[in-house]
């Protein structure tokens, strides 16, 4: 039974700020996103009546979409049904699916915002790396951290200290955002046992695996993670180049003080991935149970 369409979806719209948000000033956002979809879906029956096939569909669905802010996207589905006996169903299938950035991912424009990094311990990751008191400067890569941080303008990293436990920078969206991307598998079994009580008779029983990788994800970083990737917290930098991509989402200031610019982004990290099961019992009471006539 196939089911086609086509919808035009205008997104768009002013939010005005305030001068203060707690400690920050919050500006507002001002954009639109247009988009224009064609899509359909068909349920295709593939086998019936059969030993061990008592009924076989396959659901497919396609939606393409026009946006004025990205361009055309795509996104599809294939989902199999197979009833092998009665009571007994298998079910799975792939999906992709698509999400753009929305109006304030894309035009949130510039703030001034204080963003907290912690405080330098030689114990733990917090602070600036090139804290003479801190974790970066103790651990067994200090000689690469040194070079990094005078790299960045630390003209003497054996006696710097940064006391403070925040540092300004500027937050914002970004224009040149591109759609996220999720591809998700699945297979399931529903078992609906026959019992004789009317009151049990609508009981069924499933477990579903699916499995989430979602690309280009968009998502903002916070200070201590730009810090933290540039000094190669978490394998990030390995060489400590200053070119680093998180090596240049800040820079430092004279006096040895940091000017930080952080905006919405595709990418590091841009990959997330979920596997789950899910096991759920259903039972829907019916009229004509126990206690009625």
Not at 104 to 117: R, T
Not at 188 to 206: D, K, T
Not at 257 to 269: A, I, K, S, V
Request: proline letters at 7%; one cysteine or more; hydrophobic letters at 35%.
């Amino acid at each position: 039974m196939p089911h086609l369409g086509a919808d035009g979806l205008p997104d768009g719209g002013e939010i005005g700020g305030v001068e203060i948000a707690g400690f920050n000033p919050s500006p507002s956002v001002n954009g639109s996103v247009n988009s224009i979809d064609l899509f359909g879906e068909a349920l295709v029956p593939l086998l019936s009546n059969l030993p061990f096939i008592q009924q076989l569909d396959m659901t497919l669905g396609y939606r393409y979409s026009d946006y004025s802010s990205i361009g055309g996207t795509q996104a599809y589905r294939a989902d199999l049904d197979w009833t092998i006996i009665d009571g007994l169903r298998l079910r799975g299938g792939y999906n992709r699916a698509v999400r753009a950035p929305s109006v304030g991912e894309l035009y949130s424009p510039l703030g001034v915002n204080y963003m907290a990094i912690g405080q330098a311990n030689a114990s733990a990751a917090g602070g600036d790396p090139c804290d003479r008191r801190g974790f970066y400067m103790n651990g067994p890569n200090a000689a690469q951290v040194k070079q990094l941080c005078i790299a960045q303008g630390v003209a003497n990293p054996d006696n710097f200290i940064y006391t403070d436990n925040q540092v300004a920078g500027w937050d914002g969206g970004n224009p040149n955002l591109s759609e996220e991307t999720a591809d998700t598998w699945s297979f399931g079994v529903v078992y609906q046992p026959r019992f004789e009580s009317a009151l049990f008779s609508n009981m069924s029983f499933a477990i579903d695996y699916y499995n989430i990788e979602i690309e280009d994800v968009i998502s903002s970083i916070s200070a201590a993670d730009m810090l933290k990737g540039c000094f190669n917290g978490a394998g990030e930098n390995p060489t400590y180049d200053p070119n680093n991509t998180y090596c240049q989402l800040f820079k430092r200031k004279p006096a040895e003080r940091r000017h930080l610019r952080r905006h919405l982004q595709p990418g590091e990290p841009g990959r997330s991935e979920d596997g789950r099961c899910r096991r759920s019992v259903r039972l829907a009471l019916r009229p004509g149970g126990p206690g009625r006539s």
